[in-house]
């Protein structure tokens, strides 16, 4: 019996080429299917393009703060879950973080670990 499964869909909204890199290597090996963004508004089009099952979101963008693609997301892609990534590991980013609708909250820098256990935990 032959089975079709569809890689899960994952954007990445990170000005760091580097992170962006690592992260999709990490997420095509794990069998999803990553999609880069460097800028809030880069992010907003591949929002309105297409759906995402998760959303890896730098707090910290060249063009504003993660925060401000929070609404976005929450409102035209209400199934995604958001993992909200940052070097600004602190109590206050974090509670930030979910009190304005990220499921999950990653420090940098990460390993795989725990890429792994925030999609484990989302259940992406």
Known sequence: MN???LA???????????????????LRRLGYQPTCAHFIEEGRQ????????????????????????LPSI??????AKVIMIS??????ERRRATEQG????????FTRRSVEMALQTIEV
């Open 3 to 5: 089975t079709v499964s």
């Open 87 to 92: 070097a600004f590991d602190g109590q206050a």
């Open 8 to 26: 899960k869909r994952v954007l990445i909204v990170d000005d760091e080429t580097d992170i962006c890199l690592l992260l999709s290597g990490l």
């Open 74 to 79: 929450k409102e035209g892609q209400t199934e």
């Open 46 to 69: 591949c929002l309105s393009a297409q759906k995402f099952d998760a959303i890896f979101l730098d707090l910290n963008l060249p063009d504003g703060l993660g925060f401000d693609l």
């Open 102 to 109: 990220a499921d999950y909250f990653i420090g940098k820098p």
